[in-house]
T-cell receptor, first 114, second 110 residues
Framework: DTGVSQNPRHKITKRGQNVTFRCDPI?????LYWYRQTLGQGPEFLTY????????KSRLLSDRFSAERPKGSFSTLEIQRTEQGDSAMYLC????????????FGDGTRLSIL | GESVGLHLPTLSVQEGDNSIINCAYS??????FIWYKQESGKGPQFIID?????DKRQGQRVTVLLNKTVKHLSLQIAATQPGDSAVYFC?????????FGTGTRLQVFP
């Protein structure tokens, strides 16, 4: 399968714990995006990378959130000191080059905070 | 599996009929639009895209229409099948990111 891969698919943790998600984009896609989706809503942009450079961060991305893409391939999204409001689906998408190319999504990581 | 969009607008169609899903966008400067299909427990799946220099684009069983005058986008699905049941989102490119519209749940009944 050569699509976008996200791990884990589900994560259940207690409030206050740290969690880390991984995204493997489609090979040779140099742009990688993170979105968050809550029930009944469309995905909301969090941040994106072009190669290893993080180019934009949403105001939704508080100081507790950090994303990396160290070698321009896979990316990680870490949430520190999780809160109940962090419960959501975290989606990753990738695209090749220009903004007018479709973004292809993974199946997300479902985070549940107890 | 978990449902996506429990309180979304819903379109119910009979199998074999054509479906039309509508979307309004807000930014008149947007020049690229995408329709996505999202099934329960999965990520959005690309269906079809259209650039602002076009007003119609056709794919396999799907057609997207763009009316820039009223900032309206529609997705037409021909001969709707049970496998088309999902939540559909339109999205516009704003800057370097996608802005998603309110989804529509499509239900296909026999």
């Amino acid at each position: 399968d050569t699509g976008v891969s996200q791990n884990p698919r589900h994560k259940i943790t207690k409030r206050g714990q740290n969690v880390t998600f991984r995204c493997d984009p489609i090979s040779e896609h140099n742009r990688l995006y993170w979105y968050r989706q809550t029930l009944g809503q469309g995905p909301e942009f969090l941040t994106y990378f072009q190669n290893e450079a993080q180019l934009e961060k949403s105001r939704l991305l508080s100081d507790r959130f950090s994303a990396e893409r160290p070698k321009g391939s896979f990316s990680t999204l870490e949430i520190q000191r999780t809160e109940q409001g962090d419960s959501a689906m975290y989606l990753c998408a990738s695209t090749k080059g220009a903004v007018d190319q479709p973004q292809h999504f993974g199946d997300g990581t479902r985070l549940s905070i107890l | 599996g978990e449902s996506v969009g429990l309180h979304l607008p819903t379109l119910s169609v009979q199998e074999g009929d054509n479906s039309i899903i509508n979307c309004a966008y807000s930014n008149s400067a947007s020049d690229y639009f995408i329709w996505y299909k999202q099934e329960s427990g999965k990520g959005p799946q690309f269906i079809i895209d259209i650039r602002s220099n076009m007003d119609k684009r056709q794919g396999q069983r799907v057609t997207v229409l763009l009316n820039k005058t009223v900032k309206h986008l529609s997705l037409q699905i021909a001969a709707t099948q049970p496998g088309d049941s999902a939540v559909y989102f339109c999205a516009e490119i704003r800057g370097d990111k996608l802005i998603f519209g309110t989804g529509t749940r499509l239900q296909v009944f026999p």
